[in-house]
């Protein structure tokens, strides 16, 4: 492996394999991309955000974390320092499955709601690795993007829900989007309130605005 600085601009570094060339780039405006290089587990540990491998916790540790705070699920499952490993679009995916709205706070989820989660985060997860191992198994990976064929909700506003056939939703704040669709996850646009007035009102700039709405 050759790691070399690359001349464009968006490349932020190239690594070239006997298979073929992965170039890190970055197309977002922020400038949030890093690459770490680190020695051993020990220098992995100066990475954790701290938040559980959700995939391994028991089911009383996951409803703890989840109620160790009250946010929105979306927000809760992105927070790498409540729930590791999730990000984005999969947050999207297992909200979709588990028939959860983003803006439910999680102090408020029922027993049954929150094991559903717990459920849905593990088979959600479980069964994109495999995916993912499977396709980077054929292929050396020619695209690297966080939407995937395959994916119910995440990258397909517009476009019917598989479950459904109702078209699915996205709300947007600051530079973020949640994908949902509202006939699963929310018993439609009207039933839920907190959802109506994020659609009439500002968008939330923020994760933490978004949870303020929420709360009012
Ligand atoms: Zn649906």
Known sequence: ?????????????????????LVFTEAGSQHRAALHVVR??????????????????????????????????????????????????????ILHRARLSPVALTQR???EETARLRQEVRETLREWVERLHAAAAREFPEKVTAFREGMAVHG?????CPRCGARVQRIRYASNETNYC????????????????LLREDWPRTLDELDALKKR
């Open 40 to 93: 051993g587990e020990e220098g992995l540990h100066g990475l954790d955000a701290g938040g559980p491998e959700v995939i391994d916790a028991s089911p009383q540790a996951f409803a703890a974390r989840l109620r160790s705070e009250n946010h929105t699920l979306k927000r809760a499952l992105t927070d790498p320092r409540l729930c590791s490993g999730i990000g984005n679009a999969y947050s999207e995916e």
């Open 156 to 160: 397909r506003c517009g476009l019917p």
């Open 109 to 111: 989820l029922t027993a």
């Open 182 to 197: 509202a006939q699963c996850q929310t018993g439609g646009l009207r039933a839920d309130r907190a959802i109506s007035r």
């Open 1 to 21: 492996m050759r790691p070399r600085a690359s001349e464009g601009q968006k490349s932020l570094a190239r690594f070239e394999f006997d298979s073929g060339v």
